[in-house]
């Protein structure tokens, strides 16, 4: 039982999956710190600081023009347009950014050429002897 399980659990595939799931939970993080620390200030400066997560239109209840989306919310049903937005923008700067990072590492890998086809054997070469012989006939 232990041999099979060790055969499974270290199997080429499962394991370097289980090292590709964890690495990419940490380089979400880094994106995602990214994304959020440094490029999304920079979009509200360029918005004229327009925060996304705050925008939504109140489909049912009495919330003020001024509330919040918190407030609005409570108050009633709220559809929370800008969440979308800013979930939208996310993804494309975070898109953006691996689609630069994988063409950076398809840049850096160096293409092998083929490798030559392997020589003919001797059967092989007797045989097209034999084949121009009976040709020539």
Known sequence: MWSEFK???????????????????????????????????????????????????????????????????????TLAYGSFIQTVITFLIIAFFLFQLVKISNRMKKAEPPAPPPPASTTDTLLAEIRDALKKK
């Open 7 to 77: 055969n499974f659990a270290f199997k080429g595939n499962a394991f370097d999956l289980a090292v590709g799931v964890i690495m990419g939970g940490a380089f979400g993080n880094i994106v995602n710190s990214v994304v959020n620390d440094l490029l999304m200030p920079i979009i509200g400066v360029i918005t004229g600081g327009v925060d996304f997560t705050q925008k939504f239109m109140q489909l049912a209840g009495g919330a003020p023009k001024d509330a919040t989306l918190a407030a609005a919310k409570e108050a009633g049903s």
